[in-house]
C-alpha cells in the first residue's frame, strides 16, 4: 500500500465515520496532527500503518449495523 492509498483510506474513514481528524490521530498513535502530516507527506512505518489499518477495521467491527 503507497502513502497515498493509506491517506485514501483514512480519509474516507473519516468523512463516513464523522469522526474528527485530531481524534483519529490520538487514538490510533496519540498524535493529534497525524492526518496532517500524512497530507503534507509524512510517510509511516510498517508498525504504524499497521496500527492506523487495524484501528480503522476495529472501529467499524463495533459499529451497529443497519437493518
Known amino acids: 500500500m503507497t ?3 493509506l491517506l485514501e ?3 474516507d474513514f473519516l468523512v463516513k465515520t464523522g469522526m474528527a481528524q485530531t481524534r483519529f490521530g490520538r ?3 496519540a498524535d493529534g496532527a497525524l492526518v ?3 497530507r503534507a507527506g509524512r510517510s509511516l ?3 504504524n500503518v499497521n ?3 487495524d484501528f480503522m477495521a476495529a ?3 463495533t459499529e451497529p449495523q443497519s437493518a
Open 3 to 5: 502513502d497515498a492509498e
Open 9 to 11: 483510506h483514512v480519509e
Open 27 to 29: 487514538e490510533v498513535m
Open 36 to 38: 496532517q502530516h500524512m
Open 45 to 47: 512505518s510498517l508498525t
Open 51 to 53: 496500527k492506523v489499518l
Open 59 to 61: 472501529y467499524h467491527a
